[in-house]
């Protein structure tokens, strides 16, 4: 009767109070609703929408599904990073290490591929031996010791949402921005941070490509964030293009390894280092963004970003010499040169069809079930607004087979755009987002020097 | 997959093509498309509808997943009514026998009580020995050899639609009318009808209270007939107080017994009468709905219709000796009286009250699998408008027991409303849609004699 009544108010465009929501929820996770009901409920809210108070009331219904992490005691600051993913986005594995090697506790809990986006844990499973199924006991003993863990989300946190994301993913009902704000929230919650940084991706290659819906994204999960004292920034980045060159689990977590050791890409390291700011600030360890890039500089130089990162490795069952020797990681058994068709500006590197190039070697998954082969994937070496010439190297394939290499060079064909002008991509870093409002970002924050 | 993309396109404001509607409702009724989401898409159709084409096409899919009569060969015209449903509502079981005798094969498959309205079958049912689970051949027997058959849906019909209709009902997705049209209309088209006419209710016991919405169901259900070759007629009629004065399942026999003999209330005949001379006049019995009403008049003094109801009860199991002496119908153990208790003009007979007030005689049901005893009910002897004294006798109440005759008489005190003011009642028969539009219903069409 509950859920009927539910489903009803919200089909006609009614408000579902909290205990309402705490009710909804906890009977659905008991198996009390079935799944048609919740879908139908589901399919009502996508359309009729939630606003802010329902959001909440929705978000903290999931947590108290589950258990969370208590990490009070361990310090008194504990800041993580999201991001809404996209093709290439392998920051997490440098600015994890990066922000726990200046001394902030980072709980870091990832998600794995699906669909064109990458996802931080089958990267980091490329490590031999790297495991990420770690409990919440096993990850705070390793808080506590390396001040940072690069985990899954594991069945104690929020058991409701990830029952609730499934049937959302089988009844398109994903795409609703108060729906994928409550239930990134719920996890995010359920780790104790005091604070968290958002990387809000728009364009072509993103989950949701719509600056508008991304900025109300950003809004809603700062409000979320808030009510539940977590102070919390996000950043709009580009995901109209790849980040970086690598783009598949092994290479990105190699390029990753570059990046901690000082010779990442520049976009990627762009990226970091905006995150990472916002991170140290959050977490006390900079006064300012300015001061927080500089630590992080010579966090990187110094070689103690790297030393985290094998720390991190090995607390994880993880082989740490990778970090002096990507080679460790396993390696494609084909691969080859992509050349530039004709001359011209490369107009886009459409992160979508690269996205779906990786699925197509074997990288990805249309599935949760589906495994991934870690070794395939592209090295792209152009970005949008290059000139190149015919012949010229514009990627590397990584396959399995020469069928493997011919279904990456027809994803990279059909990614690649060469034209007679180049196309205005969008800002890398567009917009900076806090409980007071949006505004155009700005790397620096530091009034100039008298 | 399929499912996927087709709840996305109808969550978006799509249409879906014809062959997709049939892929979905078969994939469905062949268990091939988890509830889960069907509930999602049935949400989305209906917050965003679904046009004509649509509708029609959904029909035809549920159509396709059964079987169907083939009575071409049988008679020429073959006509059935259809009510949206109400509380007193017995028309069909005078209509039937009544269109029958005057030479049109009915075969009239109905449905049974939920709710606040009753249903034919569990009427039917208070005959002692009748059955209406008949099948598909014992029915085309039976209307081969009688004319007329009362019978429920059987398996073999549109089984996609019970389905659907059971995930409807749990998931707040009943009320739309594009979704109603189509499932009345997939059983209705089973009965290889050549027409039909429709009995749309409205006011507060009816299934859509609002007259826009009645005329846009009438309208959609003429359009997808016409589709098919079912030329088909809507009269929208009054259920803002209950038809006749016998409401529950025996009293409503024992009252269309009376009729049959032309001793009915005058509202109960003025229904039957209009939706009989369409019948006629569609089966190419009548020219003019005039002719009609006469021929209808001599079948009943001529006691044709009664003879032909005890050949239909006959035929189906049941003791036809009911039609001459209804008191062989079974009899409630207590009844009582209901006084006025107080005088004044009778304002309102609400038919929810009423009809929930059979529900707790035990006469009616809540949800599908609950029993109803025939006993139960009331005889209501007053109408809106009329003028009562403090004491004068206003209903009976049949009951089990003397728990049941509090529980009708706390019923009807909610029911019936004295006032010093009468209140305006809809009019009776209100209009009347055919494929050329909707027009204020007239009850003659014949030219005056020159």
């Excluded at 902030?104 to 591929?113: D, F, H, Q, T, Y």
């Excluded at 999960?221 to 783009?247: F, H, K, S, W």
């Excluded at 010579?298 to 607390?315: D, L, N």
């Excluded at 190297?393 to 755009?417: E, Q, S, Y």
Aim: hydrophobic fraction near 45%; charge should be negative; proline fraction near 6%.
């Amino acid at each position: 009767m509950l859920a009927h009544r539910l489903i009803e108010r919200k089909r006609d465009g009614g408000r579902i109070e909290p205990g309402e929501w705490r009710a909804l929820i906890g009977a659905y996770a008991a198996g009390h609703i079935p799944d048609y009901q919740m879908a139908a409920f589901l399919m009502a809210a996508y359309l009729r929408g939630l606003d802010r108070a329902e959001t909440v009331a929705l978000t903290d219904a999931m947590l108290a599904s589950g258990a969370a992490f208590d990490l009070a005691a361990l310090a008194p600051a504990r800041v993580d990073k999201h991001s809404t993913g996209g093709v290439g986005d392998k920051v997490s594995l440098v600015l994890a290490p990066l922000v726990a090697s200046l001394g902030v506790v980072v709980p870091m809990m990832s998600g794995r591929s699906l669909g064109h986006t990458g996802g931080t844990l089958d990267k980091l499973e490329a490590i031999p031996g790297m495991r990420t199924d770690l409990s919440l006991a096993a990850a705070r003993a390793q808080l506590e010791r390396v001040g940072c863990v690069l985990m899954g989300q594991t069945d104690e946190i929020a058991p409701a949402d990830r029952r609730l994301y499934a049937l959302r993913d089988a009844t398109a009902t994903v795409e609703s921005v108060p729906l994928i704000a409550a239930s990134i929230m719920s996890k995010k919650l359920a780790e104790s941070l005091t604070g968290l940084v958002l990387d809000i991706k728009r364009g072509s290659g993103s989950f949701l490509p719509d600056l508008e819906r991304g900025l109300e994204l950003a809004h809603t999960m700062i409000a979320i964030a808030a009510d539940r004292g977590c102070e919390t920034v996000a950043l709009i980045t580009a995901m109209d293009r790849p980040l970086g060159r690598a783009v598949g689990n092994a290479l990105e977590t190699e390029e990753a390894i570059h990046a901690l050791r000082g010779e990442g890409p520049p976009d990627l390291m762009a990226v970091t280092y905006a995150l990472g700011a916002e991170m140290l600030v959050l977490g006390g360890a900079a006064a300012t963004r300015d001061e927080a890039r500089r630590r992080m500089e010579v966090a990187i130089s110094s070689g103690r970003a790297a030393e985290k990162m094998q720390a991190i490795i090995e607390a994880q069952g993880g082989n740490p010499a990778v970090v002096d020797d990507p080679a460790v990681l396993p390696q494609a058994e084909a691969c080859e040169l992509y050349e530039a068709p004709r001359s011209g500006f490369v107009a886009r590197v459409e992160p979508r069809a690269v996205g779906r190039g990786v699925i197509a070697l074997g990288g990805g998954r249309t599935r949760m079930e589906d495994t991934v082969d870690p070794t395939v994937g592209f090295v792209i070496t152009v970005k949008p607004g290059d000139w190149v010439n015919a012949g010229e190297p514009l990627a590397t394939v990584f396959a399995r087979d020469d069928a493997g290499i011919a279904a990456g060079r027809a994803a990279l064909a059909d990614a690649i755009r060469i034209a007679d002008e180049a196309e205005h991509p969008l800002p890398l870093i567009s917009h900076r987002i806090t409980a007071a409002g949006a505004t155009r970002y700005e790397p620096n924050d530091d009034p100039p020097a008298p």
